[in-house]
Each structure stands twice: as C-alpha cells, then as structure tokens.
C-alpha cells in the first residue's frame, strides 16, 4: 500500500510538472511596435529608360532632374521604406510633378515623417549663336542652328520671332538636328509674319533666352518662272510675256545667242506676282537663242537668274 501512495504521488507531482512546463512553452512573444518611420530610396525612370534617383535630407526629396531628358507632368517613383512602416502615396503609384508633392510615411507605432519633393532641372544656361543671319522665306521651311543646351522635344521647347516692339509670333518646329556636343539646328515653318529682321526667343525646360541682335531675316517666297513650250518669234521692239509665281523684285532678264556663249539683256516692262514682261531692245542680235532668263534681285541685292524653259531655240529674233 505504502509503495502503491508513492507511485501515485510521483505521477501527480510529473503531471503537474509536465503541464506548467508546456503551458509556459505555449505562451507568445509579444514584441513592441516598430518606431522608424524612414523614407530611404526614391528614384524615378526617365522617358530614355535611365533611373534618376533622389537625395533624401532633412525631410526633403531632392529629385536633381537631367536637362537633356524631357521633364514629365507625372512620375511613378519606386519608393523603399523601414521595416513595418507605410507610404502615402505608395511606391509606384503616379503623381503630378511638382514641389508641392509631400510623402508620408508612417510606423508601425502610428508616428508619422513627412517627407515634400523637390524638383531640380539640371539645365545650364540656353546659349544663342546669332553671330551670322538666318534667312527665313515665308511658305517654306527655316533651318536655325546655333542653339546650345536646348532640349530637344518640341512638347518641352518653344522658338517664336520677336519684333523690334517686342510682339512674338510662335514657330511651329519641325525638327532637331544634333550639331555636336549639345548643340542643336532647329527646324521651323516660317510663319506667315511681315518680312523683315526678328530676334529668336527659345523657351526650354526651365530656361528662357533672346536673342542680342535681330538677325533672322524673313524674306518673300523665291520667285519661280514657267517653262516655254514654244520658241517665241519676235521683232525688235516686240514684247513677251513669262509666267510664273511671287514675282517680286524682278529685273532685266537675258538671252544667249545659239553658237556662243555671249548674254544679252532684255528690257523689263512690267510684273506682277504671276508674271513678267519683257522687250526686245533695238539692237538686239538677229537670229536664234538657246537659253532664255527671268531675273529678280535679292534681299542682299544680287541678281538671280531663272531659266525659262529647256526648248531648242527658244526665242527667235528676225527682221
């Protein structure tokens, strides 16, 4: 009997063992809440597909933008946090650009940092070479060249012709042309403005300049002279007519003698913008002539000569 109770009493007192035992192996290790509430990396991806990343200083997002890569009105940053904690907005969700944007990120604990964005265009200072003029004609295309530190996307630049009382005409661009080490040709339509002098105004990214001197001449259309189709037989005296278009400036034209190479001059009568007359002079040469010109000066004042026609004669002089 006295064996049989200390059994007994054994096994109670290792049951009673065993179940504090895992009793206190079943309990949860509560840890504290975490405090950090850190901002640590925020970069964004650029249009060219290069990551252009933050730096993150005493609460600020300091985001140095490269010139050369068109700026946005949106990003999506890819954003890292501490452990535990949370971000608003979230990594990747896509916000307006702009300085006013603010990022909190909160801990697991509830405390908050606020963490504003500030955007910084790295772009130096737009040059303007207008040490030469530019000649623009109007209903056709002007190429600009000389431009330094622009960026090259007509949806960040703009180009508009200043009058000497300062009106602006926007220019609608075309294209651009890499000429070396961040200089740039820009490609305009001329647009339909008074012929005359203009500076250049470019607008790019944050940058704004115009130019020292008015040095883009914008000129009329070049005149241009129909073709003969049949020889014109006439007598000293006698006038002709040459079609054409933006007959503006003409002079005397000339003609050359089949068999040499000698010009002579035709008298000029009259012209307007889609044709031109001319007469035969009292001592021109008799006989046949392979070559026939229409004339107009310049704005520089030289003389240019159009070919009217390719026919074999085309004038004949007789009696």
């Given at each position: 009997m006295k064996l049989s109770n200390i059994s007994t009493m054994q096994l109670t007192a290792a049951a009673l063992l065993l179940w504090l035992t895992i009793g206190a192996c079943s309990k949860e290790t509560v840890q504290a809440p975490y405090p950090y509430n850190e901002l640590k990396t925020f970069q964004v991806v650029a249009s060219a597909g290069d990551t252009i990343p933050a730096a993150i200083s005493n609460g600020s997002i300091i985001l140095y933008w490269p010139f050369d890569h068109p700026l946005p009105d949106s990003i999506a940053p890819l954003i890292s946090i501490s452990e535990h904690a949370t971000v608003s907005p979230a990594s990747g969700t896509r916000v307006?650009?702009?300085?006013?944007?603010?990022?909190?990120?909160?801990?697991?604990?509830g405390a908050k940092a606020t963490y504003k964005l500030r955007v910084i265009v790295n772009q130096p200072d737009l040059l303007i070479n207008d040490g030469t003029d530019v000649v623009g004609r109007l209903e056709a295309t002007t190429d600009i060249g000389g431009i330094t530190y622009v960026i090259p996307d007509s949806a960040f630049t703009a180009v508009y012709?200043?009058?000497?009382?300062?009106?602006?005409?926007?220019?609608?661009?075309?294209?651009?042309?890499?000429?070396?080490?961040?200089?740039?040709?820009v490609?305009?339509?001329?647009?339909?403005v008074d012929t005359g002098s203009y500076k250049l105004k470019i607008v790019s990214g944050v940058q704004t300049l115009t130019s020292e001197r008015d040095y883009v001449k914008i000129i009329y259309p070049f005149p241009?002279?129909?073709?003969?189709?049949?020889?014109?037989?006439?007598?000293?005296?006698?006038?002709?007519?040459?079609?054409?278009?933006?007959?503006?400036?003409?002079?005397?034209?000339?003609?050359?003698?089949t068999g040499g190479q000698t010009y002579y001059n035709l008298e000029l009568v009259?012209?307007?913008?889609?044709?031109?007359?001319?007469?035969?002079?009292?001592?021109?040469?008799l006989g046949n002539?392979?070559?026939?010109?229409?004339?107009?000066?310049?704005?520089?004042?030289?003389?240019?000569?159009?070919?009217?026609?390719?026919?074999?004669?085309?004038?004949?002089?007789?009696?």
């Amino acid at each position: 009997m006295k064996l049989s109770n200390i059994s007994t009493m054994q096994l109670t007192a290792a049951a009673l063992l065993l179940w504090l035992t895992i009793g206190a192996c079943s309990k949860e290790t509560v840890q504290a809440p975490y405090p950090y509430n850190e901002l640590k990396t925020f970069q964004v991806v650029a249009s060219a597909g290069d990551t252009i990343p933050a730096a993150i200083s005493n609460g600020s997002i300091i985001l140095y933008w490269p010139f050369d890569h068109p700026l946005p009105d949106s990003i999506a940053p890819l954003i890292s946090i501490s452990e535990h904690a949370t971000v608003s907005p979230a990594s990747g969700t896509r916000v307006f650009l702009k300085d006013s944007v603010s990022y909190v990120v909160t801990a697991e604990t509830g405390a908050k940092a606020t963490y504003k964005l500030r955007v910084i265009v790295n772009q130096p200072d737009l040059l303007i070479n207008d040490g030469t003029d530019v000649v623009g004609r109007l209903e056709a295309t002007t190429d600009i060249g000389g431009i330094t530190y622009v960026i090259p996307d007509s949806a960040f630049t703009a180009v508009y012709l200043v009058t000497a009382s300062g009106a602006e005409t926007r220019c609608v661009i075309n294209s651009f042309t890499e000429l070396g080490a961040n200089e740039y040709s820009v490609n305009i339509a001329t647009p339909a403005v008074d012929t005359g002098s203009y500076k250049l105004k470019i607008v790019s990214g944050v940058q704004t300049l115009t130019s020292e001197r008015d040095y883009v001449k914008i000129i009329y259309p070049f005149p241009t002279v129909n073709g003969v189709a049949t020889a014109f037989t006439l007598k000293r005296g006698e006038t002709f007519t040459l079609s054409g278009t933006n007959m503006r400036g003409m002079v005397a034209g000339r003609a050359r003698l089949t068999g040499g190479q000698t010009y002579y001059n035709l008298e000029l009568v009259t012209f307007n913008l889609t044709s031109v007359t001319y007469r035969i002079p009292a001592d021109f040469p008799l006989g046949n002539y392979n070559l026939l010109h229409a004339a107009f000066r310049n704005y520089l004042g030289t003389t240019v000569y159009l070919r009217a026609g390719t026919i074999n004669p085309v004038l004949i002089i007789t009696e």
